[in-house]
Structure formats: C-alpha cells, structure tokens
C-alpha cells in the first residue's frame, strides 16, 4: 500500500529508546497509510537491528544521514527521502501517542504546519512500556483543548511532535542547522508565520516525551536551549517579546541562583529537585553566554537552512 504519510525520525546513539518509538507507531489507531524513515546520524551503533526488529510490522527504512552532525540537518534528509508530501516529525527517546498520526494527518489538511501537544511523562512509565505511557499520557491530555491557528510574535513550534507539507516546507527553507542544538524548532516557526503560512496548533496530536535521567543531561539541554535562545533573538530581532527573557526578567533570576542553590540543598535534597535546579542554571547560564556573544560582541547569525534537502543519502 503506498504511503499516504512520512513519519520521520532523526537518530543518534538512540537503541536504547528508539524501539519503544516504533511500538507506539505500530499501534496506531485509526491512521493512513504511512512509511516510517529512521535517519542515522552517525550513531556509534546503526540503528538497523532495532529497525529490522519492526519491519514485519511497519513500512521502514533505515537512512544514512553522514555528512553533518544535528537533528536540523538529519530531518531535512528525512524529507528529501520522503515517499509522501505529508511528513510527520517524532524523535527516537520519545512516545507518541495513540492517535499521533492520525491527527498530524487529518490537521495538515487545514494547515501546512502543525505542531502537537507534548507532555512530559514520568521515568517509570517509560521503564514500564508503552501501555502505561499511554496510560499517563491520556491522563495528562484528558482536557486537550481545540485545535486553533498560532499567531503568536514568538510562536512555539514543537520539532520533535510536528508535522510539515513537503511544498511548503520546501518554499520556507527547511530546518536551519545554525540553530542546532535547541532552537532549530522555533526557527522554522517564526519563518513560517514571517512567510504567511498558516501553522495550526493541534493538542490532540500527543507525544510523551521522557523526563531528562539526571542533573547534568538537565543542565546541558538548557544551557545549550539558553544559549541558542539568544542567538534565535538576534535572528530574528527578538529581543523585546520573547518571553523567555521577560517573564520572568532573566538576568534576574541569574542573580537568584546562588540563594536557589542554598535553598534547594537545605530543603529539597531530592532528585527531581536537584533536576530543577540544574535546568534552570542552565537555561540562564546558557542565556547570559548567548547574550554577551550576540547581543554585545555581535557575533554574525549565519544560516545553514535547508542542509540535507538535496542530500541523496542510502537507505535500506
């Protein structure tokens, strides 16, 4: 049966996780036709033995993905490869939900861009297996709101629980690798909407993605999200409405660390607690370096948009 939708999932060192991303796409009520493209990106260990492993169930390829580091770019290949012109984006560590699928698709024909509603599930239910992700996961999305068009001036665009018309996404530019790691997401967004294309936003397109395993993955993601952020608002002259840098103001709350610091290790010694800290050192970490880089020295904001749209990689 052919392809009436691509799902695409950008891959790096991801075996661990990535099998419980294809029992999910396995189990998908009420979703068309749809191949699945797992795109290597330099793993240390090829991902074809998981992927093989779901091949008398699935409609999927392995794609090799070589020539540059970063989920932007491994993406972008995902699409050149593509059978469909609907593409539907998740990522190898998270969950998508029952009906992910069938509601990326059915939304991309109302809007060429959609952008779904993740939620962060707890470890033990991803320890567990899927049912009891979805499990949680239907609970946390019991109430998931309308569909409805984003106009936001800094508008959130969920990379790995996204959806794309190939025609459009092509006329935008692709993903920038330049805003790899953290921001790529949101570049693509604001583009969007900066180019009259409609971007729908779609609650019932759920995905459970996993809490970060410990402090120090915590504080990395955010300082390396903290740090692109600023070079996002360079970009794209962000600098008075992101609400990351308002709300609250964020070179006040860089101050407050230290007094955070005391707090959470008099009171909450705990592991969850120690995450929170260490994200949020992070994220303003990662936003003071980005600042004094784009903002004060005025380090250039180069583009590798669409790297990997031309790409002709093997697949198997």
């Known amino acids: 049966m052919t392809a009436q939708v691509s799902v695409v999932i950008a891959c790096y060192d991801a075996n661990d996780t990535l099998g419980l ?20 990106n330099n793993s240390p260990e090829a991902p074809d033995a998981v992927v093989n492993g779901w091949s008398d169930v699935l409609d ?7 020539e540059h580091q970063g989920v932007a770019y491994a993406r972008n290949v995902g699409v050149s490869r593509s059978a469909a012109d609907r593409i539907i984006f998740c990522d190898a560590d998270d969950c998508a939900g029952p009906r992910f699928v069938q509601a990326a ?17 707890n470890g033990r239910s991803f320890i567990s297996g899927r049912p009891a992700v979805w499990k949680e996961l239907s609970r946390l999305s019991a109430t998931p709101g309308p569909r409805d068009v984003v106009r936001d001036a800094y508008p959130v665009f969920m990379g790995g629980a996204s959806a794309v018309e190939r025609a459009a996404f ?9 805003y790899v790691p953290g921001a790529e997401d949101n570049d693509l967004g604001l583009r969007v909407l900066a180019q009259g294309f409609t971007l729908l936003r779609v609650p019932d397109m759920t995905l459970a993605e996993r809490p970060r395993a410990n402090a120090t993955g915590a504080f990395r993601r955010s300082f390396d999200g903290g740090r692109m952020h600023m070079r996002l608002c360079a970009g794209h002259d962000l600098w008075s409405v992101s609400p990351h840098l308002h709300d609250p103001e964020w070179w006040r709350d860089l101050l407050r660390l230290p007094g955070a610091l005391v707090t959470t290790a008099i009171r909450d010694r705990s592991a969850s607690g120690r995450r929170g800290l260490a994200s949020r050192a992070g994220l303003r970490l990662g936003q003071f370096v980005g600042f004094v880089e784009y903002r004060i020295v005025g380090r250039p904001v180069g583009q590798d948009r669409g790297l990997g749209l031309s790409d002709a990689p093997t697949s198997q």
């Open 21 to 40: 991303q294809l029992e999910a796409l396995a189990h998908q009520e009420g979703a068309p036709a749809f191949e699945v493209l797992v795109v290597d």
């Open 60 to 66: 999927i390829r392995v794609v090799r993905a070589s």
């Open 105 to 121: 698709a059915s939304a991309l024909e109302a809007a060429p861009f959609v952008t779904g509603g993740v939620h962060t599930v």
């Open 170 to 178: 092509m006329e935008v530019g692709g993903f920038d690798q330049g």
